[in-house]
């Protein structure tokens, strides 16, 4: 009998910007000593730590989805650097500056701590929620993941942080697809979904009203051990335009 695996809640975010050519997306590839998606081109995010559910966030979401949220901002300036931030009062995000300066003073410093200490107020309104993926039970390191996606604050400088990531880069949905094919990157079944998802979109704006328009169906794939591999099975509904794919 296969023994039951929990799922760890975890929160990823696609932080998108218009450039040049059109929609981009920043994605990090993994240290491939990191034992999930070594190696692979991924989205900014992580596991929800213990110390996410109790920053006090004012926000009209209920105490699972803030914590969610929380950990996508976390995540999101440990990976990128990006700080989803504003100064106690303000509508507008914190400066690339501002960031930099927050980063450096907050080494050896708990999340909460630092939003704190810096009388800062997480953006937790601007995420807009993207898909929602759990691995399936016979898989031995299983995440239920919520993504979100959010329009990346201008003047902030995304990069990867050099541990769990090793490098990134700004790139459009449709080229990461290409080079994925041509052995340049390599993208996991999941995340390549998710990219052609957002690959729909020609702009930020298109991206970010398409995501409040879908209806967000909770994707667990079926596992079936075929002579041909495995074969994981999805809900039509999920908005993917397939029914399966191949692990």
């Known amino acids: 009998m296969t023994e039951f695996v929990a799922a760890r809640p975890a929160s990823t975010v696609l932080l998108v910007r218009d450039g040049e050519g059109g929609l981009e997306v920043f994605m990090v590839k993994r240290h491939r000593q990191i034992d999930f998606a070594s190696g692979a081109l991924v989205f900014p995010g992580g596991s929800v730590d213990p110390g996410d559910s109790e920053i006090d966030v004012a926000c009209a979401f209920d105490a699972r989805e803030r914590t969610m949220r929380v950990a996508a901002v976390r995540e999101t300036f440990e990976e990128a650097g990006v700080l989803l931030a504003r100064e106690a009062g303000a509508t507008v995000w914190i400066s690339g500056d501002r960031a930099a300066e927050i980063a450096n003073s907050a080494k050896g410093r708990a999340f909460g701590e630092t939003i704190s200490a810096e009388k800062l107020e997480l953006g937790l309104d601007a995420l807009i929620p993207f898909a929602h993926w759990i691995t399936p039970n016979p898989l031995p390191k299983r995440f239920d993941t919520h993504f979100y996606i959010v329009a990346t604050p ?14 990134s880069l700004w790139i459009n949905p449709i080229r990461a697809l290409e080079a994925a094919d041509q052995g340049v990157y390599t993208i996991v079944p999941a995340t390549r979904l998710n990219v052609e998802l957002l690959g729909r979109s020609a702009n930020v704006a298109a991206a970010l009203a398409a995501a409040r328009a879908r209806k967000i169906v909770t994707v667990e794939p079926i596992v079936q051990n075929t002579e041909n591999g495995l074969r994981m099975t999805i809900p039509v509904e999920a908005g993917y335009g397939v029914d399966h794919f191949w692990a």
């Open 154 to 167: 201008a003047d902030q400088l995304a990069t990867h942080d050099g541990f769990e990531s090793v490098d």
